[in-house]
Structure formats: structure tokens, C-alpha cells
């Protein structure tokens, strides 16, 4: 049997260096991010579609995807974020469903599915893991300064945009109450590891 952890965070809570701990510890781990940039790499059609919803602004001179110009707009606007949304989630969620499907095939024990909206989608009953069962979620938390810090030293963000961005999102409280387990990444990556390693004996004593 494949356990199927689900594995979420807010802008700047460090959830991708929690997803490479599960991965050292010997889970496979998919990252939605990473499947919404093959979806999106040039020339491949939900480019077509996000330009044909939002104009050619979100297009860079090569007629790739300019993110940056896409996010200065969803992130401002409730209304296009949804609209973004609804553009993008099936397809991620159809290739999340063939990717955990080969996984399941293969044998693999711990199959951790990072997906940076998923309290979100499951609020709203939207999204490609809106109606997933998981054995366990996952939230990854930090103090909100920190994840301030840590988006103008990665990305080059204003604080004032920084904070734009973690308020577009659910509020850390509101997630922690739907998560089973959180994981308070705001020390050491030393305590983050120990905190890690205990949610998967957890949740694998608790597994079939």
C-alpha cells in the first residue's frame, strides 16, 4: 500500500526544503509547482490558453509565460486568481493522478503530493486536490516576518508585495486547523528534520 501525504505551506514557510527532507528520508515526493511548469513551458497549449484569458502582457518577447507579470495580476485580483485557477487545476490535477498511479504501480511506500494551494482547494471543494484522499496533511509554518524575510531575500520582493502575497492566500491559522499534522519550520533545519522524521513514524504507525 502507498501512503499518500499531502504537503502544503504559505509563501516563504520553507515547504520546499521540508518536501527535500521527506525525500531524504526515503518518500517520493511530486511537486505541483514543478508539474505547472512543464504544463506552462513554451509552446505547449495551456500557454495559449492563460494568454487567451489574461492578453499577451502575460507573455514575454518569446512568447513564453512571463510569471512575474501573471502573478502582478492574480495576486491583486480575487476574480483572475479564481479564473487562473480553474485554467490550470485540472490539468495538474490529471497529470497528479497518472504520476500517483505509476507510483502505486511501482511499489513506492511514502508518496508525498506538494501542493502549495491544497487547504485552499479544499476549502473551497476546488482544485486538483480537492477531493484527493490523503492518509495525513502536512502544513509547513513559519512566523509571517519570516516568510517576509525570506521572499525579499529569494525573490527580490518588496516587503509590501510580500505581504500581498501571504494575505492572498488563507490565513496560517485557518490552515493549521484543517492540517493533521504542523510542521514549525521557524528554527533550525535540525528541529524542522526531527519534526519531520517524527510525522512520518506517525503516520506510517498509523497506516495499514
Do not use: C, W
Not at 507579470?69 to 493522478?97: M, Q, S, T, W, Y
Amino acid at each position: 500500500m502507498t501512503v499518500l501525504i499531502g504537503l502544503s505551506g504559505g509563501i516563504g514557510t520553507g515547504k520546499s526544503t521540508v518536501a527535500r527532507m521527506f525525500a531524504e528520508e526515503g518518500a517520493v515526493v511530486i511537486d505541483a509547482d514543478a508539474i505547472v511548469h512543464e504544463l506552462q513551458a513554451p509552446g505547449m497549449p495551456l500557454v495559449a490558453e492563460i494568454a487567451a484569458a489574461f492578453g499577451d502582457q502575460v507573455l514575454d518577447a518569446n512568447g513564453a509565460l512571463d510569471r512575474a507579470a501573471l502573478g502582478a495580476i492574480v495576486f491583486r485580483d480575487e476574480a483572475a486568481r479564481r479564473r487562473l485557477n480553474a485554467i490550470v487545476h485540472p490539468k495538474v490535477g490529471a497529470e497528479f493522478a497518472r504520476r500517483i498511479g505509476a507510483a502505486r504501480s511501482a511499489g513506492v511506500r511514502v508518496l508525498v503530493l506538494d501542493i502549495p494551494l491544497l487547504f485552499e482547494g479544499r476549502k473551497a471543494g476546488t482544485g486538483s486536490a480537492a477531493a484527493m484522499h490523503f492518509d495525513a496533511t502536512v502544513l509547513v509554518a513559519a512566523p509571517e516576518a519570516l516568510q517576509i524575510e525570506r521572499q525579499v531575500a529569494r525573490d527580490g520582493a518588496s516587503r509590501e508585495e510580500a505581504l500581498r502575497r501571504i494575505r492572498a492566500q488563507l490565513p496560517i491559522e485557518e490552515k493549521k486547523a484543517l492540517a493533521d499534522y504542523v510542521i514549525d519550520n521557524g528554527g533550525t533545519l535540525d528541529e524542522t528534520r526531527r519534526q519531520v522524521r517524527e510525522v512520518l513514524r506517525q503516520v506510517l504507525a498509523a497506516a495499514p
